[in-house]
């Protein structure tokens, strides 16, 4: 792998959420990026660009990968369950299909190219159903613990620990348990092709993380590190996309 230049800002696409919100004297369906994204991208030497959900043709997948080093997924409503072929259940929330497939299509574009990527909380399970993997709809059912304890917040009430596989790019984050803030009622549950759990809750063992060995650089995490400034993953992205591949 050829040296990076430490200077150099790669640009990095988040996939954005598609939502109603309120701006100005505005109040209508918009694609978002909150700025806690924008700020840990900038932080770690990225250059951050929105990818708006799109139905894309093959041509279109191919064009929006070939103008990111990196891609980012971030967090938002629950995955139509036919995108892992079930059918939903009571338990599944509101989905917008339009924004699965582009983030799907995304995913398995940049693996295909060898493109840093890295989901954060949706933005993992997104990463497991584009190779194959599959969710728990919601994890109480499935015999978990309550992982959503106060909607709508990523503050204190949030925080658990999660075990960390050695030799993962999660590694240098410490050796030991790392405390996280999680936020989610599904879940992983069949992990997809080629994916390696190296995080699980405590004492639960849901996983929390996995990474794809064999891409230069993928991981999926459930937390938000965009939150509390834990910084690492985002940062390794950005490192990961700065430098060229071989």
């Known amino acids: 792998?050829?040296?990076?230049?430490?200077?150099?800002?790669?640009?990095?696409?988040?996939?954005?959420a598609w939502d109603r919100a309120a701006w100005s004297f505005w109040d209508q369906e918009a694609a978002l990026v909150a700025g806690t994204y924008l700020d840990a991208v900038r932080r770690a030497g990225g250059l951050p660009l929105m990818l708006a959900?799109?139905?894309?043709?093959?041509?279109?997948?191919?064009?929006?990968?070939?103008?990111v080093e990196g891609l980012l997924l971030i967090g938002g409503a629950d995955l139509d369950?036919?995108?892992?072929?079930?059918?939903?259940?009571?338990?599944?929330?509101?989905t917008f299909p339009v924004r699965?497939?582009?983030?799907?299509?995304?995913?398995?574009?940049?693996f295909a190219r060898d493109l840093p990527v890295l989901g954060i909380c949706r933005g993992l399970q997104i990463m497991n159903v584009a190779?194959?993997?599959?969710?728990?709809?919601?994890?109480a059912d499935a015999g978990f613990a309550e992982h959503r304890a106060l909607p709508g917040s990523l503050g204190?009430?949030?925080?658990?620990?999660?075990?960390?596989?050695?030799?993962s790019l999660l590694t240098p984050a410490g050796p030991g348990p790392l405390t996280v803030n999680s936020h989610h009622h599904q879940g992983i549950d069949q992990v997809g092709d080629g994916g390696?759990?190296?995080?699980?809750?405590?004492?639960?063992?849901?996983?929390?993380?996995?990474?794809?060995?064999?891409?230069?650089?993928?991981?999926?995490?459930?937390?938000?590190?965009?939150?509390?400034?834990?910084?690492?993953?985002?940062?390794a992205l950005v490192a990961a996309a700065r430098t060229p591949a071989d």
């Open 53 to 67: 959900p799109e139905p894309l043709s093959a041509a279109d997948v191919e064009a929006l990968v070939t103008r």
């Open 196 to 235: 390696r759990p190296v995080a699980r809750s405590l004492p639960d063992d849901l996983v929390e993380a996995i990474e794809w060995p064999a891409q230069r650089h993928a991981l999926g995490v459930q937390w938000h590190p965009e939150a509390l400034e834990l910084d690492e993953t985002i940062t």
């Open 156 to 167: 204190e009430p949030t925080l658990h620990q999660v075990a960390i596989e050695p030799e």
């Open 1 to 16: 792998m050829s040296a990076s230049d430490p200077h150099r800002r790669p640009p990095i696409g988040i996939c954005a």
């Open 131 to 139: 190779t194959g993997g599959t969710l728990h709809q919601h994890l």
């Open 100 to 110: 699965d497939e582009f983030e799907l299509a995304l995913v398995r574009a940049a």
């Open 81 to 94: 369950p036919a995108s892992y072929g079930q059918a939903a259940t009571a338990r599944t929330e509101a």
